[in-house]
Nanobody, 117 residues
């Protein structure tokens, strides 16, 4: 059974840095795309950043220049290094791994990132 497990969330002051990580296990194929989304109450889940197996990245405009996504294909892990954090970055961050155009699409349970101003 596929498991997607996030780690590294927590409380940080505005302007600080934090890294969240995600590991996917369970005999899954190598995912074409792995990424991070976030959600706050009463709002839709939104893309933060994602990365393909060849290293192509896609970032939300709000995090460009502050967040960096990277992955280890051999370990099926993906990480999000967040810097210059703002209060508006406060959200539950969800890891996603998928193969576009197929039913292969897995989510973690989320990890809370709280930024205090």
């Amino acid at each position: 059974q596929v498991q997607v497990v996030e780690s590294g969330g927590g409380l940080v002051q505005a302007g600080g840095s934090l890294k969240v990580s995600c590991a996917v296990s369970g005999g899954v194929p190598r995912f074409y795309r792995m990424g991070w989304y976030r959600q706050v109450p009463e709002k839709r889940r939104e893309l933060v950043a994602r990365i393909t197996t060849d290293g192509s990245t896609d970032y939300a405009d709000s995090v460009k220049g502050r967040f960096t996504i990277f992955r280890d294909n051999a370990k099926n892990t993906v990480h999000l290094q967040m810097s210059s954090l703002k209060s508006e970055d406060t959200a539950v961050y969800y890891c996603n791994a998928d193969v576009p155009g197929t039913v292969v699409n897995y989510w973690g349970n989320g990890t809370l990132v709280a930024v205090s101003s």
